[in-house]
């Protein structure tokens, strides 16, 4: 079966038996050298590196690449048991069916909802002359196109992108639509850029290039000519003479120190242009010439962003580097490198022109930004290379594109991008394998400014993220609709959680927030020795429950009417989620059978696909994948015998058959007591699900739990869904991909299965130098999600990240992404605990700071100074290390129970980057004392901006109260000696006894204190898609454990605190 949609690469072979854990047989290879270690564990380990190629190397946890055979899809209804229609009557309730309602219109959560105007002829009465000079004399008027460009806002979870389109102009819209789903009267706004300088410079005086290839004219006229930037005659030059300038071999000649005055831009602060869609005003549009632009009526001058060979000289000068970039830092000396406001990503050194088109780091992002121009060059510098995506992520706009014609590299299947480059108008040359394409002629109408002869100023060669609404020829069968099947534990155990009044609560709550359409699907399954299905077909007077007691061979009662129409049915489903909790109330039944629960629930899905939720309060005791009790408690301190690798394989095969049909499934484990998540969680990982886990959730015992179960529920019931996805990820010729992080399948060599996306996933990969990148300025990174979305279309969202090309040590070191660069290397030692061990992984991540700063010393510091000398990129380099050896995945001491590491784990193989950062090193804020000095405003909002602090217990004081942001909880520590005005005007308490031993929340009360507070944390919130639980922590409170334990500066009984961590780094590093 070939992938659905996209088309084999070019293929890199090595990358499958990478993925296998077969390291390439030949070629160099990321590797630290040998480095004795002692510290973090007890154990000596050698040569702990990166190097795939040695065991105990980071392995390649992808599962094999063999799908297994679907399962026998019919049963004989042989030896089963059917205890037919045991008919359920609810708990003395009659369950009558008022009439169904006429499909009701789910709200759309993204622009699947956009409404698409057919497209329009010339013959279109409401058209709007063309400005003139649009065309050429002569020219033909563009054939109609089918297509249409929707900047689409999607969900709102974005508060800051508060400013408004710009409204000035008048163009009227002929061949294209441009609309935006949230808002309709934002409609044609996003044409209306006439007040926008545009981005590509307006034609320039043309150069003629000799010997530059032209295309012919549009119609008549001169050729189209591509204007050139002015180009510079200076490189770069770095002019700190600490820096060797790097090894004559690799320098590619150029002239540095010749003119120190030239200033270089690393440019480490972020882009004062966002990307496109978050910019006010697309960049597609400021690529535009404005409505009011008269284009001359003569050729079309041909202006293209400076791209590729012969515009590096270009791209690399007029820029001006930060100096404090350049700075080398002694962390000895200078130990608070943490800034006082969130951490941003490095910017790539490139031009101005091409930078401003990039994507945004928070989507795709490269742990360096500076790629080593060979293999050798990346194993000197001893950093890992990889990317880190977060692909499905909310956008609050994006471009979707519908046309007849998606440009793709015929060589390399490539989408076309803003990194391309324009032979002329007629011809693109591949950013990622350099071919020369033709210029379909559909392509070359830019419907945005109807002007033809503008096939670069298209809005895909002017967002490096769109969408493309996919024809036909991408899908493999119709799109599925959206089926949603819930999976219930409803044994003592799960009865006595009290669970199941939260999720039918949750699930009556947002149902109709469930994204989907007419075709939208449900069904419920519940589980304890047996199997209950329930029929909810249209015309019953109430739901019928079905027992199934054969748990040794699965069969299906009914399926046709196990899995309905949400719209139909939806009395039924009401009225079955209302009786659920109560139907078991009184049952002893103490097994569970969720095995068997789970091949009943595959079997039902596999005609359709779909997401599957399974609730789970227990050890599963009954059937296939039934567990036994692996923890031991006196092991939890031992980084070595933990039971980390699942103990059966049935869950992850039963996965891989979920993923062939396209079935997700999503975990929720709610139990007091050890349940093998190791084992569990392979279900969700290899089927592209998500894992949620809440340990002893209880309904009257665990308030902060049950709250937590109903944020997240709603957030997971609402957000956005794309079936049966599959991405691909290619990167330009001379790189490799070979290993993947992240829950999915690999179907073939670089193609990830994915039945289900969801909007809060991360994704990371390893990278290595397959060929010497020396002719070769930039590098391109394009990942294609192909995905149906809840409405049942077609989609294909695609980002571009371009990177330059680096040829000394140096200039990798200074591209570093410190965060990128730790995510990876967390994910790694996520893999290497599980194939070696705990202790190896730390090992590994002490080594990975040590190798890289030892190469730095040895090799780009010129004199040798004393001290821990690092380069600013990667101040923050062992500090964040030091807190993923204290996260909950790697730590070791008593305090993690295992299904809780197990849980981190999972969590770092599927959280975007920046909730991993959040995560493992929490922001630190001081807030009884928040004032408006120094705040910002959103829409009338004044938000406090209290600076970031170390987090040690330094920093705190007990006369205080302190806000710590985890990412996924919020803790707001309240010290003893707290000022009244905090205690009564933030908190609403007279005294510090009163404050409640369990506080979720802050009153709202009508003082300016609670106001800034209240402002601040709303603030915070809003900027993630879930809702982060707020706890209010006195100082006795069992919770200040939880605080105390992100303090990952200080030391504990089994950890270091960061200045001895530094001093070891420094032995080690000056060895
Ligand atoms: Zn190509």
Redesign the pocket.
């Known amino acids: 079966m070939s992938q659905p949609g996209i088309p084999a690469s070019g293929g890199v072979p090595t990358g499958l038996q990478a993925q296998n854990g077969a390291a390439p047989a030949s070629g160099s290879h990321y590797s630290n050298g040998p480095v004795q270690n002692a510290l973090m564990t007890s154990q000596v380990s050698v040569s702990q590196g990166y190097n795939s190629q040695l065991p105990g190397s980071y392995p390649h946890l992808i599962p094999a690449k063999t799908l297994n055979p679907v399962p026998e899809q019919s049963n004989s209804g042989g030896s089963q048991t059917l205890s037919p229609l045991s008919s359920y009557q609810g708990p003395g309730q009659t369950l009558y069916r008022p009439p169904v309602a006429s499909n009701p219109v789910t709200p759309s959560l993204h622009s699947g909802s956009v409404s698409r105007v057919p497209p329009p002829t010339s013959q279109n009465p409401a058209a709007t002359p063309m400005p003139s000079g649009s065309f050429p004399p002569g020219a033909n008027i563009p054939p109609p196109l089918n297509w249409q460009y929707n900047y689409s806002p999607q969900t709102n979870h974005y508060p800051r992108a508060s400013s408004q389109p710009a409204m000035s102009g008048n163009t009227n819209l002929t061949n294209h639509q441009y609309v935006s789903s949230a808002d309709t009267s934002l409609q044609n706004n996003f044409i209306k850029s006439g007040s926008t300088p545009p981005l590509v410079s307006p034609p320039l005086p043309t150069t003629f290039q000799p010997g530059a290839p032209l295309g012919p004219p549009p119609t008549g006229g001169p050729p189209p000519v591509r204007a050139l930037p002015p180009q510079k005659s200076t490189l770069r030059a770095v002019s700190q003479p600490s820096f060797n300038s790097a090894s004559k071999q690799e320098a590619t000649p150029q002239p540095t120190n010749k003119n120190p005055t030239v200033s270089r831009s690393v440019g480490y602060s972020y882009p004062s242009l966002p990307p496109g869609y978050q910019h006010t005003t697309p960049p597609s549009m400021a690529g535009m010439p404005p409505s009011s632009f008269s284009y001359p009526s003569g050729p079309q001058a041909f202006t293209q962003t400076p791209l590729g060979a012969n515009h590096l000289t270009a791209s690399m000068s007029g820029l001006s580097l930060h100096p404090e970039g350049l700075r080398v830092v002694n962390l000895l000396q200078e130990r608070n490198m943490l800034p006082s406001t969130p951490l941003q990503p490095p910017v790539p050194n490139l031009h101005e022109d091409i930078q401003k088109l990039n994507c945004n780091p928070e989507l795709f992002r490269c742990t360096l930004t500076g790629i080593p121009q060979t293999q050798a060059l990346l194993n000197k510098a001893k950093l890992p290379l990889g990317l880190l995506l977060h692909p499905f992520k909310d956008l609050v706009q994006l471009p979707v594109v519908t046309s007849s014609t998606i440009v793709r590299?015929r060589?390399?299947r490539?989408y076309i991008n803003p990194f391309v480059s324009f032979l002329d108008q007629r011809r693109w040359k591949?950013n990622?394998?350099y071919?020369v394409n033709d210029v379909p002629e559909e392509f070359m109408y830019n419907p945005l400014t109807r002007v033809y002869g503008e096939p670069h100023r298209r809005p895909e060669v002017q967002n490096a993220t769109i969408e493309f609404m996919a024809p036909s020829e991408y899908m493999l069968r119709p799109p599925q609709p959206p089926v949603y099947l819930f999976v219930f534990d409803v044994s003592h155990n799960a009865v006595e959680t009290g669970y199941l009044n939260s999720v039918c609560q949750s699930l009556l709550d947002n149902l109709d927030l469930l994204p989907g359409n007419t075709r939208t699907k449900i069904g419920f399954i519940t589980f304890d020795s047996t199997i209950h299905f329930y029929s909810l077909q249209e015309g019953l007077s109430q739901p019928q429950m079905l027992i199934v007691s054969d748990i040794e061979d699965v069969f299906i009662p009914m399926p046709e009417n196990l899995l309905v129409n949400l719209n139909e049915s939806k009395e039924l489903v009401q009225d079955l989620l209302k009786t659920l909790p109560q139907m078991f109330t009184k049952t002893l039944e103490t097994q569970s059978a969720l095995g068997p629960a789970l091949q009943a629930a595959y079997k039902l899905m596999s005609p359709t696909g779909g997401r599957m939720s399974v609730f789970q309060t227990q050890l599963p005791t009954l059937g296939v994948g039934a567990l036994k009790p692996r923890e031991e408690p006196n092991q939890r301190s031992s980084a070595k015998e933990i039971h980390l690798t699942p103990s059966t394989d049935f869950y992850k095969k039963l996965a891989l058959d979920c993923s062939g049909q396209q079935v997700a499934v999503d975990l929720f484990l709610l139990s007091g007591q050890y349940s093998d998540l190791a084992s569990l969680g392979c279900i969700s990982r290899y089927s592209a699900g998500s894992v949620y886990y809440y340990p002893s959730y209880h309904h009257q015992h665990n308030p902060v739990q049950v709250q937590k179960l109903q944020k997240e529920l709603h957030r997971y019931l609402t957000r956005k869904i794309g079936f049966e996805a599959v991405m691909r990820i290619r990167c330009t010729k001379g790189l490799s991909i070979h290993t993947f992080h992240g829950n999915f399948f690999v179907r073939s060599t670089d193609l990830l299965s994915l039945p289900n996306v969801n909007p809060d996933a991360g994704y990371a990969v390893q990278m290595s130098v397959e060929e010497s990148l020396t002719d070769t300025q930039l590098v391109s990174f394009q990942s294609a999600l192909l995905y149906t979305s809840s409405k049942g279309e077609r989609r294909i969202r695609v980002h571009t990240l371009c990177l330059p090309v680096v040829s000394t040590l140096n200039e990798v070191f200074l591209g570093a992404d410190v965060q990128a660069i730790s995510g990876l290397l967390a994910n790694m030692a996520v893999d290497r605990s599980v194939t070696a061990s705990l202790s190896d992984a730390r090992d590994a991540l002490v080594n990975a700071v040590i190798d890289s700063l030892s190469a730095y010393r040895s090799s780009v510091l010129s004199n040798q100074q004393p001290g821990l000398m690092v380069p600013f990129s990667l101040r923050l380099f062992p500090l964040f290390v030091l807190a993923l050896l204290k996260q909950k995945s790697f730590q070791t001491g008593t305090n993690a129970r295992l299904d809780e590491r197990i849980f981190a784990m999972c969590q770092v193989k599927n959280q975007p980057l920046v909730y991993l950062m959040l995560t493992t090193h929490p922001n630190l804020y001081r807030v009884d004392n928040l004032s408006d000095e120094g705040a910002i405003n959103i829409n009338d909002r004044t938000i406090p901006q209290p600076p970031i602090l170390q987090l040690s217990v330094e920093k705190l004081s007990r006369d205080g109260a302190f806000l710590m942001d985890a990412g996924s909880v919020l803790m707001l520590w309240v010290g003893r000696n707290c000022g009244h005005t905090f205690l009564s005007q933030v908190l609403g308490v007279e005294n510090y006894a009163l404050i409640p031993q369990t506080m979720t929340d802050l009153p709202e009360l009508d003082t300016p204190e609670s106001a800034r507070t209240i402002a601040f944390i709303s603030w915070l919130r809003e900027q993630r898609p879930f809702y982060p639980i707020l706890y209010v922590i006195r100082d006795e409170s069992p919770m200040k454990t939880n605080f105390l334990q992100n303090m990952v500066e200080d030391r504990t009984e089994s950890a270091l605190s960061y200045y001895e961590f530094l001093l070891h780094i420094q032995q080690q590093v000056n060895k």
Do not use: I, N, Q
């Open positions: 590299c060589s390399c490539t591949c990622l394998c071919r």
